[in-house]
T-cell receptor, first 111, second 112 residues
C-alpha cells in the first residue's frame, strides 16, 4: 500500500542554520506530494506541493523537489528562523480522495 | 473568509457518553474529511465525503458515524465514547482529487 516515511524528530537548530527534513514514499501510480506545517494549537496548512516528477515546490524560503528515481521529497530551507518552529508533515495522494500523511517532524529553532 | 471552522474546541467525556463534532467550510468545496491526530502517528482518515450526499469510510472508521448535512457542513458523531478515542480531531475540505486540503483548528477530545 501507499506510505510516507519522514525523519523522526525533534530536530533542534540554531537560527540561520540549514534545514533538511527527509521524506520518502511508496506509492502506486503517480502521486502528488505535499508538505504541510502545523503551528502550535493550529490545524495543518499547506507549505508547498509538487504534482509530477522533477517539479520543485517552494514557499517562504522552503523548497522540495519531487524525485521519482529515489521516491523522495525532502524539505529544505537555507536559513531557519525562530518563527519556523512547528511540526512538518510530508503527505501524498495518488488520485483518490485519501491523503497519506507521514508521522510528522517537530522542529525547534533556538535564537 | 472563516475557512474551516470546528466546534467545540475542547471536550471532556466519560466512557459511554455520546457527542457530535461540528465542522463547516465557507469555500464552496465539494469534498470534506475527518481525521484524528495521535502522537507519533500523523493524521489518520476516519471518514470522508467526496461530494454532498456521499460519505465513505477511511482508515479508522470504527466507533464513528458521519453526516454530510449540506455542502458546507460535515459532522462526526461518537455514539459511545471510549478512552481509545482520546485524540485531536481535524476537519478538512478541498475541491476534489489531488487538491490541497484546508484544515480547521481542531477539537481536542479527552475520554475518561
Amino acid at each position: 500500500g501507499n506510505s510516507v516515511t519522514q525523519m523522526e524528530g525533534p530536530v533542534t537548530l540554531s537560527e540561520e542554520a540549514f534545514l533538511t527534513i527527509n521524506c520518502t514514499y511508496t506509492a502506486t501510480g503517480y502521486p502528488s506530494l505535499f508538505w504541510y506545517v502545523q503551528y502550535p494549537g493550529e490545524g495543518l496548512q499547506l507549505l508547498l506541493k509538487a504534482t509530477k516528477a522533477d517539479d520543485k515546490g517552494s514557499n517562504k524560503g522552503f523548497e522540495a523537489t519531487y524525485r521519482k528515481e529515489t521516491t523522495s521529497f525532502h524539505l529544505e530551507k537555507g536559513s531557519v528562523q525562530v518563527s519556523d518552529s512547528a511540526v512538518y508533515f510530508c503527505a501524498l495522494t495518488t488520485g483518490g480522495f485519501k491523503t497519506i500523511f507521514g508521522a510528522g517532524t517537530r522542529l525547534f529553532v533556538k535564537a | 473568509n472563516a475557512g474551516v471552522t470546528q466546534t467545540p474546541k475542547f471536550q471532556v467525556l466519560k466512557t459511554g457518553q455520546s457527542m457530535t463534532l461540528q465542522c463547516a467550510q465557507d469555500m464552496n468545496h465539494n469534498s470534506m474529511y475527518w481525521y484524528r491526530q495521535d502522537p507519533g502517528m500523523g493524521l489518520r482518515l476516519i471518514y470522508y465525503s467526496a461530494s454532498e450526499g456521499t460519505t465513505d469510510k477511511g482508515e479508522v472508521p470504527n466507533g464513528y458515524n458521519v453526516s454530510r448535512l449540506n455542502k458546507r457542513e460535515f459532522s462526526l458523531r461518537l455514539e459511545s465514547a471510549a478512552p481509545s478515542q482520546t485524540s485531536v480531531y481535524f476537519c478538512a475540505s478541498n475541491e476534489g482529487i489531488r487538491e490541497t486540503q484546508y484544515f480547521g483548528p481542531g477539537t481536542r477530545l479527552l475520554v475518561l
